[in-house]
């Protein structure tokens, strides 16, 4: 005969496994509810502005049972997604390619650059908070960009791993080379410094392949020099007036549905407190509209 201390232990031991079994595939379910959702508004963008929409949003995204966040950046594996979308598109379909990035690889961002380049038909680059370092490389290679009014853009100075792990600017280390002179310097520095003179070298031939035929030809190696010389801090930010005023041609006028989409990609909650406000224009309670209509 069973006893009821029997039963409630079996039922207690039932709702502990459905309890663990529910935490394990919520985050699941969650993230491909978010990104059904995510399609669904790239498809209703796609008809109504005429592109194909491809995205590479960077973010850190809560992911598995403990909410872990990763950090993402341009990589290989972006650039061969970006490539396989921008390969299967059709030659004469627009492009429409919104970013959100902090940078990375010089190579996949310089692949995806490219791609983008050659695509036969239109091509533009919505930005619609910042797009540093690779992604500036990105949005320079397209035949428009569209920016928030207060989105930003970042230098293209190339950044190098020292011995000691800790990336450095290109254009620092030729400079300290300079002004200590090579004869003060120690081997593996040199090697730096000779490295670091060809990173800087490649990248202004990559920023001046992106800008003939898109700014005045006089003008080409002045912005060359503005964006890879290290005139600024790397997450120094560049504003569209600062592009306008380079001769960089720039738009404002970000499609709404773009905001909407970034809001379907989730940042990773940290212990900070949220930002928090009030929706405007503010709804009405539905008791305040009844007694102002008497």
């Not at 963008?45 to 592109?51: A, F, L, N, P, V």
């Not at 989730?266 to 212990?271: D, G, K, T």
Request: net charge neutral.
């Amino acid at each position: 005969m069973v006893s009821e201390v029997d039963i409630i232990n079996t039922l207690l031991g039932f709702l502990f496994w459905f309890i663990l079994l529910f935490a394990i595939l919520s985050p699941y379910l969650s993230l491909r509810s978010v990104r059904v959702a995510r399609l669904r508004l790239m498809s209703l963008i796609e008809r109504k502005y005429g592109y194909r929409v491809i995205t590479m949003i960077h973010r850190q995204e809560k992911v598995g049972l403990f909410g872990i966040p990763i950090h993402r950046y341009i990589d290989i594996e972006d650039s061969e997604a970006v490539i396989r979308a921008i390969r299967t598109t059709p030659k004469n379909k627009p492009i429409m390619f919104v970013i959100h990035t902090p940078g990375g690889l010089v190579l996949a961002a310089s692949q995806i650059a490219r791609a983008l380049k050659d695509h036969p038909a239109k091509t533009v680059v919505v930005v619609p908070h910042y797009a540093m370092s690779g992604g500036t490389l990105i949005a320079l290679a397209a035949d428009e960009i569209i920016m928030d009014p207060h989105a930003t853009l970042g230098p293209l100075d190339p950044q190098l791993m020292g011995p000691n792990g800790i990336y450095m600017p290109a254009p620092s280390v030729v400079k300290a080379v300079q002004l200590k002179g090579v004869d003060k310097v120690s081997d593996t520095t040199l090697i730096l410094a000779d490295v670091a003179e060809k990173a800087l070298n490649q990248m202004k031939a990559l920023v001046r392949e992106f800008l003939e035929g898109k700014v005045p030809e006089d003008r080409v190696d002045e912005i060359v020099e503005e964006l890879v010389s290290g005139k600024y801090t790397h997450d120094y930010p560049i504003t569209v007036d600062t592009l306008k005023k380079w001769g960089i041609p720039v738009k404002t006028d970000v499609p709404p549905e773009i905001y909407e989409l970034m809001e379907l990609y989730p940042q990773a909650r940290s212990s900070r407190p949220n930002i928090e406000y009030l929706p405007y224009p503010i709804p009405t309670p539905r008791g305040d509209s009844e007694r102002r209509t008497r």
